[in-house]
């Protein structure tokens, strides 16, 4: 009988061979999702690795990942929403989410969502909701979410016998000039006249707005009007804001300028960079690398207008020519679901939770490695603001930088000058009817 039966396993195993050798597709009869992302070898493989964990846990679905280079991503995405051959699910930067979506190329999930009884908005924070939203109705989840703060080289704050930013923040002394004071304290130079390390690092001109929109928001200037349709950051609020992060550059020298910052010289990592504003997802890479200091983070600084600052996130959506919603959508359920987010977001701290239990819980506000700070997170979703990315955001941004550029490069040093320029180009392509 033992021999019997393990005679029938190999020819079990025989058949399968067989059946493989004969280019039998094991996930023949599944319904097929193909699923589109961009990023960086580490994240490419962390959604490689999502998507084999959602196949093996759902066997009537299988998801095939399709991974394209950043630098062509967005093209390759318009390309195939536009000609009808996107796939099921793909992940799209907000940057170019409203213009896109208004051309009826995502699925709207509004129904789905209504019948699934395990999915409720008010699990999420509403920023995140917000952006994913169309004519008040759902037309993806969000996932790559966070809002703007800054890291900090607390090393190179002890060595210039400074307070802790994050402490100061607490007792409500962190502002824009006290920022400035810490900035030029940790700038120095080394005893053959050249910088040895710089307090801040300031914007190219293709970062700006993660610091700008602070700056601007926290002494009560815009971008752009509600309506989204007039240029306002010529105003003597957004002058100011303007003109003193060109001034941190040009006039105080406590940030390297673009020459100085070539080869990567100066760059947080290297401990040359007393400050530096980005989103939460430089975490995981700051651990990895950074060794020979001690490091945090802390919020944004307090202008006359308080420290809003920006928050920001990239849209799973559905394409609209799916011919499997249903499933789609429960893959967009698995990415943005509990076990993934803490996997995510708690574990590896790729970015935010979009779920605010999860990011109020202790798992997420403890840690044993930096950050330690990380309630900075949370505040800085809690007094977040969208950037007005409207269905004209690359061309208005393109026109904007082509003016803005001369005042980050020091080409020219009066922001008011510059801005009452960009103003006339960027109401010039907001006028224009004809857009993307």
């Known amino acids: 009988m033992h021999l019997i039966r393990l005679g029938l396993r190999l020819a079990g195993v025989w058949l399968l061979l067989c059946l493989l050798g004969c280019g039998v597709d094991p996930n023949a009869g599944k ?75 995502f699925y709207d999930l509004t129904d789905l969502a209504a019948k699934d009884p395990t999915f409720h908005r008010g699990d999420f924070f509403p920023q995140a909701i917000e952006e994913c939203l169309y004519k008040n109705r759902l037309y993806a989840l969000n996932v790559l979410f966070g809002g703007v703060i800054i890291y900090y080289n607390k090393t190179m704050f002890l060595q210039a016998g400074l307070d802790d930013p994050a402490e100061m923040a607490k007792r409500g002394e962190w502002t824009w000039d006290k920022f400035r004071e810490c900035a030029i304290k940790m700038t ?113 600084p307090s202008g006359p207008k308080g420290n809003p600052t920006l928050c920001k996130g990239n849209q799973l959506v559905v394409a609209s020519g799916t011919k499997h919603p249903a499933e789609a959508w429960r893959f967009e359920r698995f990415i943005t679901s509990e076990s993934t987010e803490n996997n995510l977001y708690v574990n590896l701290r790729r970015c935010f939770p979009t779920r605010k239990a999860m990011a109020y819980s202790k798992a997420y506000l403890d840690s044993n490695k930096p950050p330690f700070n990380n309630w900075v997170f949370v505040k800085a979703i809690e007094n977040s603001r969208p950037l007005p990315i409207n269905d004209r955001w690359d061309e208005w941004m393109m026109a904007f930088n082509s003016e803005i550029d001369n005042l980050i490069a020091g080409r020219e040093r009066d922001a008011g000058t510059v801005l009452r320029r960009a103003k006339v180009k960027v109401d010039k392509v907001l006028a224009d009817e004809a857009g993307f």
Request: charged content about 20%.
């Open 188 to 300: 120095s130079m080394a005893s053959d006249g050249h910088y040895k390390q710089f307090g801040f690092g300031a914007p190219s001109s293709s970062a700006t707005f993660p610091v700008l929109a602070s700056a601007i928001w926290g002494y009560g200037g815009d971008m752009l009007d509600k309506d989204l349709k007039h240029a306002v950051f010529d105003s003597p609020e957004a002058i100011t804001a303007f003109q003193m992060i060109a001034d941190f550059r040009w006039k105080d020298h406590c940030a390297p300028t673009q020459a100085q910052g070539e080869n990567a010289m100066f760059t947080f990592e290297s401990g040359k960079l007393g400050m530096v504003f980005d989103f939460m997802g430089m975490t995981p890479r700051y651990r990895k690398v950074i060794h020979n200091f001690q490091w945090d983070v802390c919020p944004v």
């Open 31 to 105: 319904v097929q999702i193909r699923y589109m992302a961009w990023g960086n070898p580490q994240q490419l493989a962390l959604e490689k690795g999502l998507c084999d964990d959602f196949n093996a846990q759902n066997p009537d679905v299988h998801v095939s990942f399709l991974m394209v280079p950043q630098s062509e991503y967005k093209l390759k995405a318009i390309l195939m929403l536009a000609s009808n051959t996107a796939p099921d699910v793909l992940r799209v930067d907000h940057y170019y989410f409203p213009t896109l979506v208004t051309k009826g190329y």
